[in-house]
């Protein structure tokens, strides 16, 4: 161990009255790593009838639009392609003259099939593959990035955006809008359900929970949309997928 | 109902500038038949030193306290921090030592903030008092926080014929009193009163009413230096019918 | 007692009573998020929540050294470097080394108190590296050479006039008062630095031992550029800030954000425990976590004051208290100000040092109650002046005021000398009438009693007591009747 660590753990030890050089360990104390029981919570999310993931849906509209989040629910992938479409057309970029949008290699995302919808139109699609060494570069100049969280959560209208290959912590955050596309069963009721998947998940990666868009009050408390992160958020509802209800992130 | 006999614990401040309110408080207690008794070896509660930090100091005080009343069938006191400092602070004084702790926590078992030992108590609701006007009520925080006394003041109050009861905004909020705060930081302290001041005034009430005395005296100090024609009432008076709004 | 001269604290205090716009801004936040949280914490459907998360923070302090061993062990295997502090210039130390390895020429940071306590960017700056606060307000701070104010709202104490001059002279904007377009300006001029800086430095909300990971709270978004654009990350983390498991940290991250702004959860919640694995596009490609006692340790050490390390550090205590509500944060001379900065600057600092600090509440209990962990700041504050009182060996503290508390021991031996007291009394009847004035008032009084007659009048000492009044006109003549008669039972 080294000196420094030695010596910090040293003074722990001795704040909290044990023997300067003892060696506990958490084996000792079981309780204090204890792992909930999350049986009855991974039932609720998995089992969710159609009706409840509609309410789910309702309680994530509400609270979506308290926060200035825009809220799609999309019937099926055309309809969110045309929803992303419009929203590319209508926008202009915030820090470039011409429109790049930046995708998550994601099948979700390339569903969308985005390349081939501008043909007369200046606007370049890129996709985020982890191989791509220009995509620092790409990201910068896109205005608007396009994601598929793992998770949305409809108590605080949040989605949970992890790290992963071929989905950058950028793509959601350098460029002025963001687009996120849920299907309905990525969908819980709460933080605790949400919670409950990310340990599901094993080992987590970077992660990030969004809750709107970037925001400031910094200035006579007036709340002004845009400080650093994108000031501008969609959300888009796609339909379930047609797999196995619910693994967090079972693409 | 059996009747104990009220030990009178008369706080300091209002012993030597607010004899009135003792008075006042007497005159209840008789409306009601209370059997009374005033323990003359009473000083102080100590209240000052433990605000300072002055443990020793507070626990002398503390222990001559707990001789003076340990006999007391009941404690009743018309101040809500001198209570909060028995009812809370004296076991704490005691920690090591079990016999006094022991006393202590008996004592401050048995010590009750006056409307509290009204309503809480004897349940009396209605001391058939009169009072003519309208008064704003100040919950001191000690009282409020402390001791988690705020309806019966006002319960008691809403009983008073003819007295008309405004609430103020951020009636919790602190006067800024705080014991030796109020000397040692003098700007903080006045600048608070002065809000609580502003909210006193904005209800127009002839009055404004609290179960504290040294909150009253500090809002009344203030209200006389700005020239300000609010009086400043302890509950006590009121229920005492002694002084109206109409006087 | 208190000596004619002010104190810096009281001078610092009046400057901010003086405040029209401090007190304008004081008053809004007060009124929106002090109300707003104890309007929460009452409408809470799990009303055990506060106290669970206390409790479970206590429990991690008694396991502290094994908690952050796992949270170290875990950070590492996530290819993370972690570092433990032991005082302040030792992660000073730490994070300039790193920056030199790295030969860093910029740094942006995301809003973090640890940092200013440790007093890390004068050495940062000292080594030719350019330091930016990227938090909105921090960043106006910074430009404007102020301190902040306040915990969540560092640039509380000023107003848009002002800050559209700042931008004026300091980004060479047209002058403007809009803060939409303020923000706009600032967003343009941080966007370039955050996409071009080296190194990333940040605080930690809360780590979590048993994920290795630390999260990161924040609404604009800087937190997140600064911890995913640069090449390398340091984080700065109290040792107390942290959690076992996932679990505390899902109820520890919704009181953090309700109580600091009513938020279910703050915009973003990044969680991070290590550089970005090689798959990873983006991401830093060093992650350093310094996990620092600087005198914390010396607090866990003390069961009277082991509490404040619950601290969540969202800034609720501040937006009640009647103090900070009229003084502002810059009286507390402290990157921690309110009521937990008068509680914690102390203990961090030196409580002679910070005796006002100590002293200058009046222990209202407000900060108690809208506390969302429950701590008792009021019982701290009264035993740090305790150790003001007599000295403590234990905190290397000595006794405040000799003459205060000569005063009190004499204040004693009348207290409990019925006689003595009751002889002063009519002393005092006597000793005030030169200073009573027509009205029947005492509106000036020397000594002690100035500081009260400066700005108020002081009844005198009445006529009769009412300990001579009971014994002349109530004691005699009692009822005796052992039964009380109602108006219920008349």
């Known amino acids: 161990m080294m000196e420094n660590e030695y010596f910090f753990l040293r003074n722990i030890h001795k704040a909290l009255g044990l023997a300067p050089d003892n060696d506990r360990s958490k084996e000792q104390y079981p309780e204090l790593f204890a792992a909930p029981d999350t049986r009855k919570i991974l039932h609720r999310v998995r089992n969710r009838t159609a009706e409840e993931r509609n309410e789910l849906v309702e309680l994530l509209r509400t609270n979506a639009q308290a926060l200035g989040i825009h ?30 949008v930046i995708l998550h290699d994601h099948p979700d995302v390339a569903a969308l099939q985005l390349w081939k919808r501008f043909t007369r139109e200046a606007v370049t699609v890129h996709t985020t593959f982890s191989s791509d060494h220009e995509l620092r570069e790409k990201t910068i100049a ?28 950028s793509t959601s955050l350098v460029p002025s809008i963001h687009i996120a596309l849920l299907r309905r069963d990525k969908l819980v009721a709460d933080l605790e359900e949400a919670y409950t998947l990310l340990r599901e998940e094993g080992r987590l990666d970077s992660m990030v929970f969004i809750s709107g868009p970037s925001k400031t009050a910094d200035i006579e408390a007036q709340m002004v949309h845009g400080a650093h992160g994108p000031r501008e958020v969609h959300l888009i509802i796609l339909p379930s997928s047609a797999g196995p209800p619910m693994a967090a992130t079972g693409d | 109902m059996a009747g104990k006999t009220v030990s009178l614990f008369i706080q300091c401040l209002v012993d030597t500038m607010f004899p009135q309110v003792g008075e006042a408080m007497v005159a209840v207690f008789d409306r009601l038949g209370v059997p009374l008794a005033y323990p003359a070896g009473q000083t102080c509660c100590g209240q000052p030193a433990w605000n300072s930090g002055y443990r020793r100091e507070a626990a002398a005080a503390a222990r001559h306290f707990i001789e003076v009343f340990e006999g007391a069938e009941v404690i009743v006191c018309p101040s809500g921090s001198c209570v909060h400092m028995v009812r809370h602070h004296y076991p704490e004084l005691f920690e090591d030592d079990p016999a006094m702790a022991a006393k202590a926590r008996a004592v401050a078992a048995n010590t009750f903030e006056f409307t509290q030992y009204l309503v809480d108590v004897l349940g009396v609701t209605d001391t058939e008092s009169r009072f003519s006007g309208s008064v704003t009520y100040h919950d001191s925080c000690h009282l409020s926080r402390g001791l988690g006394i705020a309806m019966q003041p006002r319960t008691l109050l809403g009983n008073v ?15 800024g009193f705080g014991g030796t705060f109020s000397v040692n930081y003098p700007e903080i302290s006045t600048a608070m009163v002065d809000e609580k001041i502003e909210n006193i005034l904005a209800t127009g009430a002839d009055g404004v009413v609290g179960c504290d005395i040294s909150c009253l005296m500090n809002i009344e100090g203030r209200l006389t230096r700005r020239g300000e024609k609010v009086k400043v009432l302890h509950i006590a008076e009121i229920l005492a019918g002694l002084r109206g709004g109409d006087q | 007692m208190k000596t004619s001269s002010p104190s810096t604290y009281r001078e610092a205090a009046v400057a901010g009573i003086d405040s029209a716009q401090l007190q304008k801004s004081l008053q809004g936040l007060q009124n929106r998020f002090g109300k707003g949280a104890m309007e929460l914490w009452a409408g809470m459907a799990d009303q055990e929540m506060r106290d669970r998360v206390k409790e479970s923070r206590m429990k991690t302090f008694e396991h502290l050294d094994i908690v952050l061993a796992e949270l170290a062990k875990n950070v590492r295997a996530r290819g993370g470097q972690v570092h433990f ?28 108190m640890t940092s200013m306590e440790v007093d890390i960017d004068p050495a940062l700056e000292q080594e030719g ?30 107003n848009r006039n002002q800050i559209g001059r700042l931008f004026t002279d300091k980004l060479g904007i047209d002058f403007t008062e809009d803060p939409p377009t303020l923000t706009m300006a600032a967003r343009k001029a941080l966007r370039e630095k955050l996409l071009t800086a080296d190194m990333g430095l940040t605080g930690c909300n809360l780590a979590c031992a048993e994920t290795g990971m630390i999260s990161l709270v924040s609404n604009e978004g800087n937190i997140r550029m600064a911890t995913t654009m640069p090449r390398v990350v340091v984080a700065l983390m109290g040792m107390e800030r942290v959690v076992a498991t996932m679990a505390e940290h899902r109820e520890t991250l919704q009181l953090l954000t309700r109580g600091a702004a009513l938020q279910k959860l703050s915009t973003y919640v990044s969680f991070l425990g290590g550089p970005a694995s090689k798959d990873d596009p983006d991401g830093p490609r060093e992650f350093h976590l310094v996990i620092i006692d600087n005198g914390r340790s010396r607090i866990l050490a003390d069961p009277e004051f082991r509490e404040v390390l619950a601290c969540i550090r969202c800034g609720a205590c501040l937006n009640i208290c009647p103090v900070y509500g009229k003084i502002g944060g810059h009286a507390y001379n402290s990157p921690y100000c309110g009521p937990i900065g008068a509680v914690v600057t102390p203990l961090l600092d030196g409580i002679n040092k910070h005796a006002d600090l100590c002293k200058g509440e009046t222990l209202c209990g407000a900060c108690k109650d809208i506390c969302p962990v429950k701590n008792d700041l009021p019982r701290m504050l009264s035993a740090l002046r305790h150790k003001l009182a007599y000295g403590s060996d234990r905190w290397n503290t ?6 205060e508390a000569r005063a009190f021991r004499v204040w004693r031996l009348l207290v409990t000398r019925p006689f003595l007291y009751r002889t002063l009394i009519g002393l005092g009847r006597i000793v005030q009438r030169p200073f009573i004035g027509k009205e029947g008032t005492i509106r000036k009084m020397a000594g002690i009693a100035a ?15 009412f300990h001579q009044l009971w014994k002349e006109k109530y004691a005699g003549n009692r009822p005796t009747a052992p039964t009380i008669e109602t108006p219920e039972e008349k």
């Open chain 1, 71 to 100: 809220l799609h629910p999309a019937e099926s992938e055309a309809d969110a392609a045309a929803i992303v479409v419009e929203i590319i057309r209508s926008r202009e970029p915030e820090f470039s003259h011409t429109k790049h």
């Open chain 1, 142 to 169: 896109s205005f608007i990035g396009i994601t598929a969280p793992a998770i949305g959560v409809a108590e605080s209208a949040t989605v949970i955006q992890l790290t992963r290959p071929g989905q950058p912590r």
């Open chain 2, 161 to 175: 014929r003819g007295l008309k009861l405004i609430e103020m905004r951020d009636s919790d909020t602190c006067c």
């Open chain 3, 85 to 112: 502090a032991v005082t302040a210039q030792d992660a000073v130390n730490y994070t300039l080394a790193v920056a030199k390895k790295n030969e860093v020429k910029r740094v942006v940071k995301g809003k973090s």
């Open chain 3, 129 to 158: 590296i350019e330091v930016v606060e990227t938090d909105l307000g921090e960043y106006i701070i910074q430009l404007a050479g102020d301190r902040p104010s306040h915990i969540i709202a560092p640039c509380i104490h000023l």
């Open chain 3, 398 to 403: 000595r006794q405040h005021n000799p003459a």
């Open chain 3, 451 to 465: 500081g009260w007659t400066a700005g108020r009048d002081l009844p005198p000492v009445a006529r009769r007591t």
